[in-house]
């Protein structure tokens, strides 16, 4: 239970920072509610669950190496400069009132939380922090820490959302449409703004390779 509480600290910790995942999450709840923002959330753990299964069973060495690295950072930015565009041009549609039935589907938005999630920073995080948990399971011999320790940190992650969009389900409430209107183009542009600094990190992974 200690191991547990603990990696439930590492998780909510993980997730405070704003990140891309954060920016859409605030984005669909605001325009479409708590569900839609909350698929976004999910669409990110599926993410991560999965690299969390690769992992497990030895693919941290595959996932580490530079040439599966590195692709990762221009595929990555592509995703955000699409959903920040996409953000942008269609900031003043599919703008759900609070008091009105969302027609927007639950698995566009989720799909999103899968578009924005991979990630090489997400990528390397699983690789760097599960793979010391997985190494100290295995010289302990307790083969259910890592398993302990993924649950625990997902279920951080998941608090952290439903704390975050049960707020933003508080304040859609009192928002103006032409309010949601700017955080959607604030978002858009704070997804392109990842985007470039994927792009920029892709140059400089590529240039150590460029140079010899």
Known sequence: MDIYLKYILIGLT??????AITVEMIKQGLKNGFIHGW????GGMTIDLTLIVVLYFGGASVLSLPYIQIPLWLIGAGFLAYL?????RNADKDITPADSKTQKSFFATYRNGLLVAISPGNLVFWVSVFG??????????QQGGFVIAACGILSGILAHDIVLLSIV?????VMSRQAIK????????LLIGFALYFVYQFVLALMPYLRS
């Open 14 to 19: 993980i997730a405070l920072p704003i990140g």
């Open 39 to 42: 698929a976004v959330g999910l």
């Open 84 to 88: 920040g565009y996409d953000s942008i």
């Open 132 to 141: 010391a948990v997985l190494a100290s399971s295995y010289d302990t011999r």
């Open 169 to 173: 389900s508080v304040t859609r409430k």
């Open 182 to 189: 700017i955080v959607s183009i604030i978002a858009g542009l």
